[in-house]
């Protein structure tokens, strides 16, 4: 399958380079086509990894996957453009996260909104499905660096797209029973919502490998 990514961070080359190791095509995305982030990633990636422009991903991808971070996610996107994504699934792992120079984390937008509802209304033709965004990029494509069962979280509105991404997660490592659909992409509004706590947890154990983990009472 071709998988576009948006972005060309941590996030972003992380899961570009799980994708081709399960033998799927991608085109790592950046504002310009001489991104050195990206080209010495597509170097390093061999025949199955591109670099080119945000347009230029949108245009290969059959999956999309948005890994800027949030405050600049529709920016992003707009360059991508609404045309090339019209109709496919876009995978939204971004967070809106603020950081004020004091280290305080605040989020924008938040609570009544959410940077997953606000790409879903700007590109109503394109079907997005939260997830992966309340975790560690390693644990994105590697469950298994925290040991015992725990989840991760998909929200959207179309039924389809996130079994789509489902399929995704499971190729990744996540058993079905893992994956918790929390309804419609407003559900997008919680789950952001965690990353202040998910920041302090970091501070609190001193590393990323660490994930929520629930258990419904029978």
């Known amino acids: 399958m071709r998988f576009a990514?948006?972005?060309?961070?941590?996030?972003?080359?992380?899961?570009?380079?799980?994708?081709?190791?399960?033998?799927?095509?991608?085109?790592?995305g950046s504002r310009t086509r001489d991104n050195a982030a990206a080209?010495?990633?597509?170097q390093q990636a061999g025949?199955?990894?591109?670099?080119?422009?945000?347009?230029?991903?949108?245009?290969?991808?059959?999956?999309?996957?948005n890994a800027t971070a949030g405050t600049v996610s529709l920016q992003a996107?707009?360059?991508?453009?609404?045309?090339?994504?019209?109709?496919?699934?876009l995978i939204d792992v971004s967070n809106p996260l603020v950081f004020a120079p004091?280290?305080?984390?605040t989020?924008?937008?938040?609570?009544?909104?959410?940077?997953?509802?606000?790409?879903q209304r700007e590109f109503p033709d394109?079907?997005?499905?939260?997830?992966?965004?309340?975790?560690?990029?390693?644990?994105?494509?590697?469950?298994?660096?925290?040991?015992?069962e725990h989840n991760v979280f998909i929200a959207g509105d179309d039924l389809e797209a996130k079994a789509q991404v489902r399929t995704v997660l499971e190729q990744f490592g996540w058993p079905a029973a893992a994956v918790i659909d929390l309804g419609g992409i407003t559900a997008a509004r919680c789950t952001e919502m965690l990353m202040p706590f998910w920041l302090t947890m970091m501070r609190h154990v001193g590393h990323t490998d660490f994930n929520y983990s629930f258990k419904i009472a029978e």
Do not use: C
């Not at 080209?39 to 597509?42: P, Y």
């Not at 996107?77 to 699934?89: C, T």
């Open 5 to 28: 990514i948006i972005g060309t961070g941590a996030v972003g080359r992380t899961l570009a380079a799980k994708l081709i190791s399960l033998g799927h095509h991608v085109t790592l």
């Open 39 to 42: 080209t010495e990633w597509a």
């Open 47 to 65: 025949p199955y990894g591109h670099a080119g422009t945000f347009a230029d991903a949108a245009e290969f991808g059959e999956l999309v996957i």
């Open 77 to 89: 996107l707009r360059l991508a453009g609404a045309d090339r994504l019209a109709g496919k699934v």
């Open 102 to 105: 004091d280290g305080e984390v």
């Open 107 to 119: 989020l924008d937008p938040v609570n009544t909104d959410s940077i997953g509802e606000q790409i």
């Open 126 to 148: 394109t079907r997005v499905v939260k997830a992966l965004n309340t975790l560690s990029a390693q644990l994105m494509v590697d469950p298994g660096r925290v040991p015992g």
